[in-house]
Every structure is written in structure tokens, then in C-alpha cells.
């Protein structure tokens, strides 16, 4: 089965999902092991459009050395505790309770997986290379669902 919202395409093997169902926000729902939408893995692109111009326009880049999207999830992976902006950021994103902060990258995708003891879902953020916006990833996983729709994860020209 082949997916493709916007440049970020998945080409999941049929069994591996039940159901895809398309709501008007724009977001993918993704019914892997049941019907029930609370556990379906939703895909959506979050507001801002441009993260980067949002948040230097905010004025919470101010002292951080950030240029796309990449670098600015990277730069709240660190720990900088002089910085009350980037803390600012990494409780807006739910980093600041993160019990896991990883990153992966796959040619043109970079994924940051967030996940709390204190959420009820994992969120995976997914960066295009020179894409200005992110996609998020939210539901909730288990390893196995993590790496099944990663691996089938790619970046493709919009048809």
C-alpha cells in the first residue's frame, strides 16, 4: 500500500495496515492492529507552516544557533539550562518530560521520537531536508510499530 501525504510517502505492505482514514484537518489516520481510533497512529502536518521563521519571529531563537528544522529539534535535544527560550521550546514539544529523545535519519528524513511516562502517546516528528515545516507522528507505539513505519518511510515528489 502505497501513501503519500504531501513529500513524505510510506509504502506499507497491505496486512500491515487494517484501515487509512482521511480527515478534513489535514491528518492520516492509520489503523495498524484495530478499528478503535484511539489506537490508530495519526499523521498531520502541525501549525506553523515554517517553524523556524515562527519561532525567530516569536523572538525564541534569540542567542541559539538554528537555521532549519533539523537544527532547531536538535538544539532542544540538548541541554543548555542558561537558555529560558529553549526551555520554553522543550516544554512546548513535550521535551522537557521526555523519558526518550531520539534521533534517526534515513537519506532526506530525520525522525525525533518523544516519548514520556507522562503522555498518552509517543510523538515522532519528521523532517524533509529542506522542507521549512515538520510532520508529526502521534499514537502509540511499541518498538515493532516504530520501526515498521519508519523503515517504509521515504521521501518522494508529490505526483
Do not use: C, W
Amino acid at each position: 500500500m502505497r501513501l503519500q501525504f504531501d513529500r513524505l510517502e510510506l509504502r506499507l505492505p497491505p496486512a500491515s495496515i487494517r484501515r487509512v482514514l482521511f480527515s478534513g484537518v489535514p491528518a492520516l489516520h492509520l489503523f495498524i492492529d484495530s478499528d478503535d481510533i484511539h489506537d490508530s497512529v495519526t499523521l498531520v502536518v502541525p501549525h506553523p507552516p515554517d517553524i523556524v521563521a515562527f519561532y525567530r519571529e516569536a523572538g525564541l531563537l534569540n542567542g541559539l544557533e538554528v537555521s532549519s528544522p533539523k537544527a532547531l529539534f536538535e538544539v532542544m535535544g540538548k541541554s543548555i539550562p542558561a537558555s529560558t527560550n529553549l526551555e520554553r521550546l522543550r516544554k512546548a514539544y513535550g521535551i522537557d518530560l521526555a523519558d526518550r529523545y531520539l534521533m534517526a535519519e534515513k537519506e532526506q528524513l530525520t525522525a525525533f521520537l518523544i516519548e514520556s511516562a507522562y503522555q498518552t502517546e509517543t510523538l515522532i516528528y519528521l523532517i524533509v531536508d529542506g522542507e521549512p515545516g515538520a510532520y508529526l507522528l502521534a499514537g502509540k507505539f511499541d518498538r515493532a510499530r516504530i520501526e515498521m513505519l519508519l523503515s517504509h518511510m521515504s521521501v518522494a515528489a508529490p505526483p
